[in-house]
């Protein structure tokens, strides 16, 4: 099916490069923290709440401990403290160190630090026990209705009312999706804070909150019991609150979370070092909450052409798997991001399209890969759109694709409307059904156009990574060598959010992500 255009010594050699390029990064990583994975840490104690103009307790404390010029100890640290002081719930914990003058209570003994640390582990493994009792109900429900075969046909909703869009979620479900994903209100990746409670008034889609998250999961979970077929929940956990959203994602019992190690650089102008440091504390709480990431890749061919720019995704990719290996990740849970946006009215589309997710494909055997749909030259005429977006479906059944975003007629006129859904999620079912095994059928020509094409494609990827591995990924993306897209390490937004951790930097719930 995906064919031995490219022999298995040099895909391990572009691995060997994506590890290398990575390295200096996780040093990075590895010195410093940021207020939104201190705030991930307060939530996984319990502090979830919001306080007055529904501020989150998590940014109260924070933001507090942050003024004083202590977070760098963590914000875990701070928690015992509180505790120390006689807390007596989490909501008094955030109460006592709001109110107190954190830089001058004083420094403790040895003995009563050990005695911190070891409470405050305590308090995090009860925790840990907790989030994991909540993720094994999820797996349950998977085990008790299995899903349907791949590639698992996966829409969307988007209209801003959490309500609204759990009706339309159940339309979706029973019309044959198998994955819902709930659009984020526009720009709430520029958000530093994860909006409380349920919400009605997002724009261009709905606020990513934990509550939100809730209100979905248990209609997809009444919706599965019924369809005798469990529906996925896909959420968005990118931006300035990357590790918060992973877990409200994982106590919550999503399945899927967009989650990409660049995306929030080149497309939201998230600072570099900001997001590199929270992509992997996020992606730590998916590895151990079994979510499975998408990444970003095909925005690259939606701001750079598709032809030209196809080594940068497969380049891409590798980092990122590399990345989300070093996070825990295993290779089922990496939905590899890759789509379907060549100009039409290029001659041999097709072929470009079969070569280009086959090689994809033959890189990443054991990832179940997520396949976008053409979205960048649609059109009004409804019509050719669907025939478009029918070719994506041809292609995400002939290469195996685990995960296929279905395209919608009205890609370029509005949010989809219920019979916009019903009308992909039949085609798609009949492609899936009608060609199901033809990859087994045709052996594609070593000398061929789609083998000739991944072969080109898969050489100038190496030489962008051995690019990366020479001037490093900083230079890289400076270079806009991803997407067309230029940033510089201390540009962007958060910057200063991220603080280098203190000599006793303390963070159990990262320890215990780590030793697992």
């Known amino acids: 099916m995906s064919g031995p255009f490219i022999d298995d010594a040099r895909i391990a050699e572009a691995r060997k490069l994506a590890d290398e390029i990575v390295n200096p990064i996780f040093d990075l990583i590895q010195r410093n923290t940021t207020v939104s994975n201190e705030r991930t840490v307060l939530r996984f104690f319990g502090i979830s709440g919001a306080g007055a103009r529904g501020v989150p307790l998590a940014n109260l404390m924070v933001d507090k401990l942050k003024s004083a010029g202590v977070l760098n100890r963590g914000a875990a640290y701070w928690y015992g403290r509180a505790l120390q002081l006689g807390a007596s719930s989490p909501l008094d914990a955030v109460e006592r160190i709001t109110a107190l003058p954190t830089d001058k209570l004083g420094a403790l003994s040895p003995e009563m630090e050990a005695n911190l640390r070891d409470a405050v582990r305590e308090e995090a493994r009860a925790a840990m026990t907790e989030l994991k009792s909540r993720i094994a109900q999820r797996d349950a429900l998977r085990k008790q209705f299995p899903m349907s075969p791949a590639p698992h046909k996966y829409v969307i909703v988007a209209t801003g009312n959490i309500y609204d869009d759990v009706d339309q979620a159940r339309a979706a479900a029973q019309a044959g999706a198998d994955v819902i994903a709930v659009i984020r209100s526009t720009a709430q990746s520029l958000l530093d804070y994860v909006p409380h409670g349920a919400t009605t008034e997002g724009y261009g889609g709905t606020y990513a909150t934990q509550e939100n998250f809730r209100v979905m999961r248990e209609a997809l979970d009444d919706e599965s019991r019924k369809l005798k077929r469990y529906i996925q929940l896909t959420n968005y956990s990118s931006g300035l609150c990357m590790s918060e959203i992973a877990f409200c994602a994982a106590y919550e019992r999503l399945d899927m979370l967009l989650n990409d190690a660049m995306y929030g650089i080149l497309f939201r102008d998230i600072n570099m070092r900001r997001t590199f440091i929270d992509q992997y504390f996020s992606r730590r709480i998916c590895a151990l909450a079994g979510i499975i990431i998408n990444t970003g890749e095909d925005n690259y061919i939606t701001t750079a052409d598709a032809y030209d720019a196809a080594h940068t995704v497969i380049a891409s990719q590798f980092i990122n798997e590399c990345f989300a290996k070093r996070a825990g990740l295993k290779d089922w849970?990496?939905?590899?991001g890759h789509s379907y946006e060549i100009d039409p009215y290029r001659d041999d589309t097709l072929l470009l399209e079969l070569s280009q997710a086959m090689l994809v494909r033959r890189c990443f055997p054991d990832a179940p890969l997520k396949y976008m749909p053409p979205t960048k030259h649609k059109e009004t005429d409804i019509f050719f759109s669907h025939a478009y977006d029918v070719m994506a479906d041809l292609v995400a059944i002939w290469t195996r694709q685990g995960i296929q975003l279905l395209g919608m007629m009205t890609e370029a006129m509005h949010t989809p409307l219920l019979a916009d859904r019903y009308?992909?999620?039949?085609?798609?079912?009949?492609?899936?059904?009608?060609?199901?095994?033809?990859?087994?059928?045709?052996?594609?020509?070593?000398?061929?156009?789609?083998?000739?094409?991944?072969?080109?494609?898969?050489?100038?990827?190496?030489?962008?990574?051995?690019?990366?591995?020479?001037?490093?990924?900083?230079?890289?993306?400076?270079?806009?060598?991803?997407?067309?897209?230029?940033?510089?390490?201390?540009?962007?937004?958060?910057?200063?959010?991220?603080?280098?951790?203190?000599?006793?930097?303390?963070?159990p719930f990262l320890e215990m992500l780590e030793a697992s």
């Open 333 to 336: 849970q990496l939905g590899i």
């Open 423 to 507: 009308v992909a999620l039949k085609s798609a079912s009949y492609i899936h059904r009608a060609a199901r095994g033809i990859d087994e059928e045709f052996t594609v020509r070593e000398d061929g156009k789609i083998a000739n094409r991944a072969r080109e494609v898969f050489a100038k990827a190496e030489e962008l990574l051995r690019e990366c591995h020479s001037d490093g990924m900083v230079a890289a993306i400076g270079k806009g060598r991803f997407g067309d897209v230029k940033r510089e390490e201390t540009g962007g937004k958060g910057l200063d959010g991220v603080l280098e951790k203190a000599p006793d930097y303390f963070n």
